[in-house]
């Protein structure tokens, strides 16, 4: 197995225990624990079937990212200056390419999971600040390395939302930006920047510095 498919596992699994904090305005490191366990055990109880049946996986991953997840307020600030420029159409249009993308990203990974050791750690005081909250979570490969993942989430009424991630330091959001410029810069042209985006060409897993990351102990 290469880094890449235990890294996208382990990313998988912790994007989708995230939708626990979807549920309500709680503990978030309780919730997203709890929330763990639970998808740990769905995958182990349907791994046939998710291995099988590519479109169950999609749709699990559906289900529990959507709710999770501020695609409004991540689609915009991925779009950046070119945001107002978008009609009322195309940016919908973005964040139902950009969700669906994400979502075919994610579902491969989560039928790949083998039971790599994730680890939600405690809340500190500095992790919440107002409406926003910072939840710290740990994903080892198979080779040992551990891979740092924070959660940036705002309170939106009773719910929390996901707004942007760090991986071991790198700014996904800004990655996604990044790479939306790009595609500008390449076409010119929104609706061709949005027909031909992927989440896949980010090339997350490349960006990441594995080889920085800690070693776990023996």
Request: glycine share 4%; no cysteine.
């Amino acid at each position: 197995m290469t880094f890449k498919q235990p890294f996208a596992a382990v990313m998988a699994l912790i994007l989708v225990a995230m939708a626990g904090l979807a549920q309500a305005a709680q503990d978030p490191r309780q919730l997203v624990q709890d929330t763990l366990d639970r998808m740990t055990t769905l995958i182990d109880q349907n791994r046939d079937q998710l291995n099988k049946d590519p479109e169950y996986a999609r749709q699990l991953v559906r289900e529990e990212l959507v709710p999770l997840v501020d695609f409004k307020r991540i689609t915009r600030m991925v779009m950046g200056d070119y945001f107002d420029d978008a009609s009322r159409d195309q940016k919908y249009r973005f964040l139902d390419v950009f969700k669906n993308s994400l979502i075919n990203t994610y579902a491969s990974g989560v039928t790949l999971y083998q039971g790599q050791k994730i680890e939600v750690l405690p809340m500190r005081e500095e992790d919440r600040k107002g409406n926003y909250a910072r939840v710290r979570v740990q994903g080892t490969t198979d080779d040992g390395k551990v891979i740092p993942v924070y959660f940036t989430l705002f309170q939106d009424g009773d719910q929390w939302k996901v707004v942007n991630v760090f991986v071991n330091g790198l700014d996904l959001r800004a990655v996604y930006q990044a790479q939306f410029a790009q595609s500008m810069q390449q076409y010119g042209d929104l609706d061709q920047a949005i027909d031909n985006w992927s989440a896949q060409n980010a090339d997350v897993e490349e960006k990441v510095d594995i080889e920085s990351a800690p070693q776990s102990p023996q």
